[in-house]
């Protein structure tokens, strides 16, 4: 994004033209990436969400696959530093990360390191219960104070989000009252995501989107194809006990009004149609 004074340079000479669209790219073009909405939001997909709009990666938020990829920490340090603008009043693009951890493993240290540094969500995989969700949200909630509205789920998560708050740019007190699990706490900007890919999961949608503090689900059609026993991704993962399954999730989200995604380039429209908001890969 280029700021309109650039359009007023042509009465210098190429080096100070190019000097100064450069600096002044530097300097707004991430403030006004990082506005903050209108409703006040951090995170831009609960308030995409919130504005019954899509949620698409890229655009309003960055998913950060540390499951499947053991060299990404150091792109995702960066990524926090290219999201970080001093002054804005949000993160450019909502910090999504996914856990190298599943549902059944020891996990809490490692969750509370990410929302230290500044994620805005936490995707867990391998869920198949409504105890697997409610183990990730405690890990994600600091523990309930005096005269909580919300106090359960209750949490486990220690104090120490410096880097975080740098990132959101807000002061202790503002992280504190925000770092919390939306929808549960309707002013929170965390997400606690669960990843469809078990049987199990799809046996009991209706009693997992029914958790206090689950922000949504995101389907990996890959691995659910193979849980499913039909056979590994590619062309499988559109066989007709994924597309049902699939299906029956979609409908339940909408049964519920939850925010759910699917990891499937996608029409967007179509999708939404299906009961999909969230969208970490695109059809164009």
Known sequence: MRDGKDRKTSGLNIYWAVSTAIVLGAVFAPLSWAQQGASGRLNKIIEQFENGEPSLVGEHWQLNDLEHNAFQMDEFESFLNEIEFKGASRPGLTPIVRIPYEANQDYGHY???????????????????PADVTKLIRAMRYPPQSGAEYPEPSGQRGWGPSTAMRVWNVESQEYSSKADVWPLNPNGELLAIAMVETREIVDNIDAILQVPGLGGLLI???????????????????????????????????????????YMRSDVEARQEEGFMLFPSIAY
């Open 220 to 262: 990996g059609p890959a691995d659910l194809s193979l849980a499913l026993g039909v056979g590994n991704p590619g062309p499988n993962s559109n066989a007709p006990e994924v597309i049902a399954a699939i299906e029956k999730v979609g409908a339940a989200c909408k049964r519920h009004n939850a925010l759910c995604g699917i």
């Open 111 to 129: 969750v509370k390191q990410m929302l230290d540094v500044g994620a805005m969500g936490i995707v867990l995989p391998q869920v198949k219960t």
